[in-house]
């Protein structure tokens, strides 16, 4: 019985102890400045805006949410698709967000290809330390500003 108990409260103790690293994780910033332009922080995450200035440059503010595009121009990196910013046809649509792989800006194969953080597993934007961030924060290995 003792042994069982024991063996419950580790359980427990091990369950508590990964909702606490996943919760950690799914922060990104903690203020505005983390998020190093790309849009303001809610919620522990980048990129919510309350108008299109909060955006600087990477779509427009639409429900609450950077990325939103009615044509290219609204896109720092990337093209304009189905109202979203990140299409590519080619690596010189990405302007420096990675390479362009299936239609999208963001994959890699080293950390040239990535204009905010390092390449990891082929995706822009790990981290090891807020200077890898390019003006965002680094949290559980990827960077604040990076989308």
């Known amino acids: 019985m003792a042994r069982r108990l024991a063996t419950m409260a580790m359980v427990v103790a091990l ?40 955006c600087n440059g990477h779509g427009r503010c639409s429900n609450g949410h950077c990325g939103a595009c009615g044509s290219d121009s609204d896109c720092r990196e990337g093209r304009c698709s189905n109202g979203r ?15 362009c792989s299936n239609g999208r800006c963001g994959s890699c194969g080293s950390d040239s290809d990535c204009k905010v953080g390092r390449c990891s597993s ?26």
């Open 85 to 99: 910013c990140g299409s590519c046809g080619s690596d010189s649509d990405c302007n420096g967000n990675g390479r």
């Open 15 to 54: 369950a508590a102890f990964g909702f606490a690293a996943r919760a950690s994780a799914d922060s990104s910033c903690g203020s505005d400045s983390d998020c190093a332009g790309y849009g303001r922080c809610s919620s522990g995450k980048c990129g919510a805006c309350g108008s299109d200035s909060d």
């Open 122 to 147: 082929g995706k822009c934007g790990a981290c090891g330390s807020d200077s890898d961030c390019k003006g965002g924060r680094c949290s559980s290995g990827r960077c604040s500003n990076a989308h």
